[in-house]
């Protein structure tokens, strides 16, 4: 019933941002009807903020892969400059898909999928049948030497609103260094676009660092903002440039406020998508405290790529550094996910976010129906809130997860699955592994910021808490990055 979108700091996400791609269909999704806020707990407490299956309606549940991080990205940004972030900008998904995980590997290409749980925790209003599932997929990392050449077109905002600090310095300083760490056998195009859009470098071996470094130097900021004519010239410089065989890229770096020429989502939208079904996908990097996060996001879904959001310089090395030039291959094409959830077993099942991203269970084996793309080494991971059925059984199965797939070199359909009972979900959340608990915080922040003003289901305090403790276990910045900008934000409310 639910698409994915598009990996937490824009280096996880950009990272897996030139590998990732997805688009989803609307329709199929059956649900139970709802309150505008929600269906009324059977114990009278807080209504859940998102829809409530029943599994005995609808038992499947299906999404297509596509992992974006920009809004957990942006959300950090304006939290700690004092600002929380607009509901509508606030996803779930995104938040939880910005951490790293800890899932194994396949031992081939395709995905490992594991399926885990736990109780909520006792700082959690809930009925004492609720438990918390987690569903993670994971491909095989790759070595960068073995990945396909890969041919980059840049096009890159130079509009006068670029000239805040963060924005065009920042971009420009990521490039440079991305120059100096590509093979010599990769390839960079670069655009620049205000009211207009010219072509500051034509496809150029990365072995010519020096040319590409005096393109990237000239980028300075001029007018209004034509995204249109910037995503219209990216194109055409990309098909020019294009190479059988290598990774084909159009990487927008831009604050997303267009002004100038189309200002419309839908008639960019329809160029980008006929360009991505040339095999050019699209990748959105936002910047700015202003940004049109509405916008880079139907771009990146449309264009088969996903957005991501920057604000920092170590940040963006990073990501264009080590994790882009590992991460151009790409390991599964149109990638989707089937739940099928265990009537005898699940009373009702509620997805955390991925809001609109639905696709009808009926396409989950049409090929024919786009997916998502997934690189080497990537991890994709969903939320369920699932309430058992009274006299469930540790034995008995909730749902097998299926994953269905492309394979890039062949071009035939593959799947994988996995399963998961009762006693899998049924550990104490405190004894839960420390990354559930991370994905847990990350989920339920964002479902706190979306709840117009009150905790909803869990305290802010609470959550910091929690994402404390998973830092300490798993000793990552990241998460402790985390514990931090909640509690910045309990303090903005």
């Known amino acids: 019933m639910v698409q994915i979108r598009r990996s937490a700091l824009l280096l996880v996400a950009l990272a897996t941002a030139v590998a990732v791609s997805g688009c989803g269909s609307d329709g199929g999704a059956r649900r139970t009807d709802a309150a505008p806020h929600g269906p009324v707990r059977p114990d009278g407490g807080t209504p859940w903020s998102g829809d409530e299956t029943r599994a005995s309606d609808d038992p499947l549940s299906t999404f297509a892969l596509d992992v974006d991080t920009a809004s957990y990205g942006y959300a950090r940004r304006l939290i700690m400059d004092g600002r929380l972030p607009e509901q509508g900008t606030v996803r779930p998904e995104e938040f939880v898909n910005s951490f790293r995980q800890d899932y194994p590997q396949p031992a081939g290409d395709g995905f490992a999928v594991h399926v885990d749980g736990a109780r909520l925790p006792k700082t959690h209003e809930a009925g004492g049948d609720e438990r918390l599932l987690r569903v993670g997929l994971q491909t095989r990392a790759e070595d960068e030497e073995r990945r396909p050449d890969a041919a980059l077109t840049f096009v890159i905002d130079v509009s006068g609103s670029m000239g805040e600090p963060g924005r065009l310095d920042l971009v420009r300083d990521a490039l440079h260094t991305l120059v100096d760490q590509l093979r010599p056998t990769d390839s960079i195009a670069v655009v620049e676009f205000s009211n207009e859009a010219r072509v500051v470098r034509e496809m150029t071996p990365v072995a010519d660092a020096r040319k590409l470094h005096v393109a990237i130097d000239s980028l300075h900021t001029r007018a209004s903002t034509n995204l249109e004519a910037g995503l219209v010239l990216g194109y055409r410089v990309a098909r020019d ?133 997934v690189g080497p080494g990537h991890s994709v991971t969903a939320l369920y809130a699932v309430r058992l059925a009274e006299g469930a059984s540790p034995s008995d199965r909730i749902a097998q997860v299926q994953v269905r797939w492309t394979d890039p070199a062949e071009r035939t359909p593959a799947e994988t699955y996995g399963s998961v009972t009762v006693a899998d979900v049924d550990r104490d959340f405190a004894t839960a592994s420390p990354r559930l608990r991370a994905c847990y915080a990350a989920a339920w922040f964002a479902q706190t910021l979306r709840a117009d003003g009150s905790d909803g289901e869990v305290r802010l305090t609470d959550l910091a808490a929690i994402a404390d403790g998973a830092a300490a276990a798993t000793e990552d910045a990241e998460v402790r990055d985390l514990a931090r900008v909640i509690r910045s934000a309990d303090e903005l409310r």
Do not use: C
């Open 241 to 373: 440039g294009f190479r059988a065989g290598r990774t084909n890229r159009v990487i927008v770096l831009s604050d997303g406020l267009a002004n100038t020429g189309s200002t419309e989502a839908e008639p960019i939208l329809r160029r980008v998508r006929a360009e991505a079904e040339k095999q050019i996908a699209l990748l959105g990097v936002g910047v700015g405290s202003d940004y049109g996060d509405e916008l880079m996001e139907q771009l990146a879904d449309r264009g088969d790529g996903f957005a991501v959001y920057v604000s920092e310089r170590e940040q963006a090395r990073e990501v264009f550094v080590r994790q882009l030039p590992a991460t151009l291959s790409v390991r599964a094409l149109d990638a989707k996910v089937q739940v099928s959830f265990a009537p005898q077993a699940v009373r009702s099942y509620r997805l955390v976010g991925y809001d609109n991203r639905a696709v009808a269970d009926e396409d989950f084996r049409d090929d024919r129906v786009d997916g998502g793309e």
